[in-house]
């Protein structure tokens, strides 16, 4: 789909709201990107003004999609619009609705990041940083589909969604994979129970945002191409995409 | 708000199509309402068909969610509503979303209901039965949150949203208690952590329920007064439905 599809209204001003509603979306998804990358590190590095700061930061979030989604719904009304750009105004109220999510999300490891730093470490055989790479890893793959998703909506093109839908699957071995492990610690080390927790409530949050994402990429197809994608299987999925 | 205000249009046809859009929302929630009861059932009396069943109904669910969702789009781009048509569209655009999670929050349940049955139990201190008096009760509260958030979508009457989203404060306080209680049994008998994670992953899962209750109730408040409620505080809410 050619972008400038979203600048072909008569009216100068239609195409100036369109163009308006779907950069204030990508600005709302780079703030939630930094809210993840900030989080992640707040419980990496015991941060506890860092953790303080994304949960402060969730307010932001929150308001950005309440002023969007009305912008949208005022789009609406006015312009009565078909065809893409009613496709783009659903596409983006959505959308917003998984961002806002994924905020909660990193809110939740933020607070996590606090609560882990206030229960006592008890055991002298178990490192801390043990629990932490895996976790990393995951941030890395959830922090690449949500950019990949953004990068998809802001080009319009749906060429890499499968790849990222592709790393969803990589995401929930991962998810799988800790919590197993997880398990082992509990049973092990049951005095740390609480913090062996707190990491497993963080990989869950994490899986979660790599799920949002994935939405993310179906509203963009939904856009791109008028075909609503949501719980088909993969196959039916790459037929879509090529047709 | 009249519930006749949904036949104020001179084209027979436009009321039927909203009338419809209304009750077919409404029966999509008689489903969800089912699978969480199957689901509840299925866990406390370890029964696995009832526990396949509930997953096997997820793709009902799914599908109405795809099928409600088309509907509303059409009638967005034939009809070009505006007012409360528009914003009852929308509304249920947004509802039609959290069924769906709700009913993937039930599927999770019966899954835990399998996972549990094939779990060795490993102790004679515990009775199976202590953990799930508590899981009833959060049940319990839910579905009845639940159900009268359809209620109040029925009858575009928001004069019971305030109690609702009260009870799910008792909802978050409860899963709180449950945590605490589970997170001892996991340090007093570490052999049955896998167990006791199953618990907690249900209750987890209830208390998302009730999330979606109130998310559901929100929109029934933007249906009808036009607001727009998401993130306010309780005092901002009781102000909103007041004037």
Redesign the interface.
């Known amino acids: 789909m050619d972008i400038n599809k979203i600048g072909h209204h008569i009216s100068h001003q239609f195409n100036k709201e369109l163009e308006d509603i779907r950069n204030r979306l990508l600005n709302m998804g780079g703030v939630v990107e930094q809210q993840i990358e900030q989080a992640a590190n707040a419980f990496m590095n015991s941060d506890l003004e860092l953790a303080e700061k994304v949960i402060q930061q969730d307010?932001i979030v929150?308001?950005l999609?309440?002023q969007i989604?009305?912008e949208c719904?005022e789009i609406?009304?006015k312009r009565?619009p078909?065809?893409f750009d009613?496709?783009l105004l659903?596409s983006v109220?959505?959308a917003l609705?998984d961002l806002e999510r994924i905020g909660d999300e990193a809110t939740k490891i933020a607070e996590m990041a606090i609560h882990l730093n206030s229960t006592e470490y008890l055991s002298e055989h178990q490192h801390k940083g043990e629990d932490y790479y895996e976790i990393q890893h995951l941030v890395d793959l959830v922090k690449d589909m949500l950019h990949g998703a953004l990068d998809a909506f802001a080009r319009l093109n749906v060429g890499e969604v499968l790849s990222i839908t592709a790393q969803d699957a990589k995401v929930d071995r991962e998810y799988s994979c800790i919590i197993r492990q997880q398990?082992s610690r509990?049973?092990?080390n049951?005095?740390n129970?609480?913090r062996t927790?707190d990491v497993?409530w963080t990989a869950r949050a994490l899986e979660r945002i790599g799920d949002h994402a994935c939405n993310l990429c179906e509203h963009v197809i939904y856009m791109v191409k008028g075909e609503?994608v949501?719980?088909v299987s993969r196959e039916e999925l790459q037929k879509t995409l090529q047709g």
Chains 1, 2 share one sequence.
């Open positions: 307010k929150n308001d999609e309440r989604d009305q719904t609406l009304a009565q078909a065809a009613l496709r659903l109220i959505k609705n398990v509990m049973m092990e049951p005095r129970v609480r927790l497993l609503d949501r719980h």
